[in-house]
């Protein structure tokens, strides 16, 4: 790859995350720590409003963008099956929200980009979710975004039922079935909750906030140190 064509890389991974680390860059343009950092300089030097440091992470100032981009055919092929495999496996208002923003991409590509995009033939015909999983699935990513607490009726694989109120942290795809991830007032613990065995749901004005220990990056990390316990013994 040219030094130039690095550069644009290098600004265009940084504007398009929170904060970019120099080791994530090196993976991804396969170059050494070394070079990034001199490229990172480079860019600063041009005038290019770079916030960060080595070892911590960079990220764009507010305020910067460059022009516009055209894809590739192989980059417009992409964002077809993408949305294409995920628009079965979303909630309806999200999956048309992905369709819509795809026919506005594709209506500004070049004819041939346009018809490579659409000639893609890759397909995900899986049957699409249930009209109340969809509906659950939605209310659920919403409240996620809104920090905004859920009273669950929920039916276990053993056929107990329970009524909690839970702090919805992240919805999670495993092939066929979706589940949240949450923090359970009721257990005092995390839980996961098939969204597909939810009965009932109901969106609280109750409004939270991280608190240390009731995080996602909490389960995770707890979820990372349950599996390297299993692996250990």
Request: charged share 30%.
């Given at each position: ?63 910067f963008d460059l022009p516009p981009l055209m894809f590739s055919k192989q980059e417009a092929q992409a964002l077809v099956a993408a949305v294409r495999l995920a628009e079965s496996r979303l909630d309806a208002a999200l999956a048309r929200e992905a369709e819509n923003a795809l026919s506005k991409i594709l209506a500004v590509l070049p004819l041939d980009a346009r018809a490579a995009a659409e000639s893609l033939a890759l397909y ?110």
């Open positions: 790859m040219r030094r130039a064509d690095r550069l644009f890389q290098i600004v265009q991974l940084i504007r398009g995350r929170r904060l970019t680390t120099a080791d994530y860059l090196a993976q991804r343009l396969e170059v050494s720590m070394r070079t990034v950092y001199r490229d990172i300089a480079a860019l600063a030097q041009q005038g290019v409003p770079i916030e960060g440091e080595a070892g911590v992470g960079y990220r764009m100032r507010m305020g995900a015909p899986l049957p699409a979710l249930d009209a109340a999983t969809s509906a659950h699935l939605t209310a659920m990513r919403e409240a996620t975004e809104a920090r905004r607490k859920l009273r669950v009726g929920y039916l276990d694989l053993g056929g107990v039922k329970s009524e909690r109120t839970v702090r919805p942290l992240a919805c999670l795809f495993w092939g066929p079935v979706w589940t949240l991830a949450a923090w359970c007032e009721l257990r005092g613990d995390f839980r996961s909750f098939r969204v597909d065995r939810v009965e009932t749901l109901q969106v609280l004005d109750d409004t939270f906030r991280d608190e240390p220990g009731k995080t996602l990056a909490d389960m995770k990390r707890m979820h990372e140190s349950q599996s390297q316990e299993r692996g250990a013994a």
